[in-house]
């Protein structure tokens, strides 16, 4: 049963930043490329970050040189590191496995003074 448990949200002042943390279980969570998604209210989920089995990342205009993806292949953990934060960056986090259908609850992120 694949399971993704998303934490580390919370309320961060602009220009702040977080760590978010995903635990993974119920595959192979090695061989598969992982992505950060997050959806802000009426807004589409978009994704904000992806690292592939071997390390390659890839991210999106808007959180280029703020954002870093990781992973620990030896603790199933995929994280998102988040600097310089927007109060547009606010929204529920989630991550995904390449190809898979599932999803975790998120973690929310709020940006505000």
């Known amino acids: 049963q694949v399971q993704l448990v998303e934490s580390g949200g919370g309320l961060v002042q602009p220009g702040g930043s977080l760590r978010l943390s995903c635990a993974a279980s119920?595959?192979?969570?090695?061989?598969?490329?992982m992505s950060w998604y997050r959806q802000a209210p009426e807004k589409q989920r978009e994704l904000v970050a992806r690292?592939?089995?071997?390390?390659?990342?890839n991210y999106p205009d808007s959180v280029k040189g703020r954002f870093t993806i990781s992973r620990d292949n030896a603790k199933n953990t995929v994280y998102l590191q988040m600097n310089s934060l927007k109060p547009e960056d606010t929204a529920v986090y989630y991550c995904?496995?390449?190809?898979?259908?599932?999803w975790g609850k998120g973690t929310l992120v709020t940006v505000s003074s």
């Open positions: 690292i592939s089995s071997g390390g390659s990342t």
């Open positions: 119920g595959f192979t969570f090695s061989i598969y490329g």
């Open positions: 995904k496995g390449d190809g898979m259908p599932y």
